[in-house]
Nanobody, 121 residues
Framework: QVQLVESGGGLVQPGGSLRLSCAAS????????MRWYRQTPGNQRELVAA???????NYADSMKGRFTISRDNAKNTVYLNLSSLKPEDTAVYYC???????????????WGQGAQVTVSS
């Protein structure tokens, strides 16, 4: 069984910073692209940022310069550093990863359980 476990959400004041982590565990052969999405009530999940196994990144335009995605391949973990946070960044943040299970080259998409980030004074 493969799972993604997120941590690091919470309440932060406008202008503050937060770091989210997401660790993949289980019978893993390889972890390819890892991503962060976010979702607010009544809206679809939107892509925040993505990072390939080689470290190439891309960001949603509204988050460039404020959010930074990184990963530790040895730990199968992806991070999202959020800075200069605004109330409109309040959302549930989900990690997503394309993972091949041990003994297989087929990639499956896995999701974390979600981490609530609330930006409020």
């Amino acid at each position: 069984q493969v799972q993604l476990v997120e941590s690091g959400g919470g309440l932060v004041q406008p202008g503050g910073s937060l770091r989210l982590s997401c660790a993949a565990s289980g019978r893993i052969s390889s972890v390819n692209t890892m991503r962060w999405y976010r979702q607010t009530p009544g809206n679809q999940r939107e892509l925040v940022a993505a990072i390939t196994s080689g470290g190439s990144t891309n960001y949603a335009d509204s988050m460039k310069g404020r959010f930074t995605i990184s990963r530790d391949n040895a730990k199968n973990t992806v991070y999202l550093n959020l800075s200069s946070l605004k109330p409109e960044d309040t959302a549930v943040y989900y990690c997503n990863a394309d993972i091949s299970r041990y003994g297989s080259s087929y990639l499956h998409a896995y999701w974390g359980q979600g981490a609530q980030v609330t930006v409020s004074s």
